[in-house]
């Protein structure tokens, strides 16, 4: 746990950070809320109807792909309840919620540490082929754990050079997303040869549509998975049924 943004023990291991509450706010039962450290996984198809931004490209284009990205409660798309630590000490035992590291896109010796719902965690690693335990974090050149409450340092440092304790730190708690994984969109359909779909395409395409993986089916134009059977089906995607009309 940590009640500051720059506390060095940030993405070392799986953290959570607080409000920085008066011991009698505790002690009165108000509810501490996790800010950060918590996150949950979205999956959408990068299409121009997509309220977010495509991973791989850096202006306003969409790749046609699937994303899957974590976000912070507050910034996800569908709607999050804000989570309790005292509910984050119970989902943890009964392991409801567990840790997860994800790597940096291009970087594989540095990521984040977050803890997630056991449902995403699953299928994040179903999505990116994940079968390695955490990675132990390595310790950064003159940055180490200390104990923050102690007296304050009036040596003046000016014209120095190293790391002192008074400096202040860089901060690590940026709320930003992790570079998400991107799964590349599926030729379109030449011939009326069925389509091999692999489970994972059908794993992303079900979490980013939100329905079941058996009520998917190709789109009739394009072949896109949509949902295509059950409630709410329909014979082409929303992609082709907007081009249709304009024709």
């Known amino acids: 746990m940590a009640k500051d943004r720059t506390a060095s023990l940030i993405d070392r291991a799986a953290w959570a950070r607080v409000d920085d509450m008066p011991w009698k706010d505790i002690a009165g039962g108000r509810e501490m809320v996790i800010r950060g450290g918590y996150r949950h996984l979205e999956v959408w198809r990068c299409v121009p109807s997509s309220d977010r931004h495509c991973l791989l490209s850096e202006g306003a284009g969409h790749c046609g792909g699937m994303?899957?990205?974590?976000?912070?409660?507050?910034?996800?798309?569908?709607?999050?309840?804000?989570?309790?630590?005292?509910?984050?000490?119970?989902?943890?035992?009964?392991?409801?919620?567990?840790?997860?590291?994800?790597?940096?896109?291009?970087?594989?010796?540095?990521?984040?540490?977050?803890?997630?719902?056991?449902?995403?965690?699953?299928?994040?690693?179903?999505?990116v082929g994940e079968k390695k335990s955490l990675p132990v974090p390595e310790q950064e050149e003159g940055d180490e754990t200390t104990f923050a409450d102690q007296e304050i340092d009036r040596t003046c440092r000016a014209g120095d050079e190293g790391w002192f304790v008074s400096d202040s730190r860089p901060i690590r708690d940026l709320g930003q997303p992790t570079g998400g994984f991107t799964l590349p969109r599926m030729p379109a359909r030449h011939s009326e040869r069925p389509m091999l779909i692999?489970?994972?395409?059908?794993a992303a395409a079900a979490a980013a549509l939100g329905c079941t993986v058996w009520e998917l089916g190709p789109c009739a134009e394009c072949g896109q998975l949509m949902r295509r059977y059950g409630r709410n089906a329909g014979r082409v995607c929303a992609v082709c049924r907007a081009l249709l009309n304009r024709r």
């Open 198 to 202: 692999t489970s994972v395409e059908r």
């Open 67 to 127: 994303h899957a990205d974590w976000f912070l409660p507050a910034l996800c798309q569908l709607e999050r309840k804000p989570v309790h630590l005292e509910d984050l000490v119970v989902s943890s035992a009964t392991g409801e919620s567990v840790p997860v590291y994800v790597p940096n896109r291009g970087s594989g010796r540095a990521g984040r540490h977050m803890r997630v719902t056991a449902t995403d965690r699953d299928l994040w690693k179903e999505l």
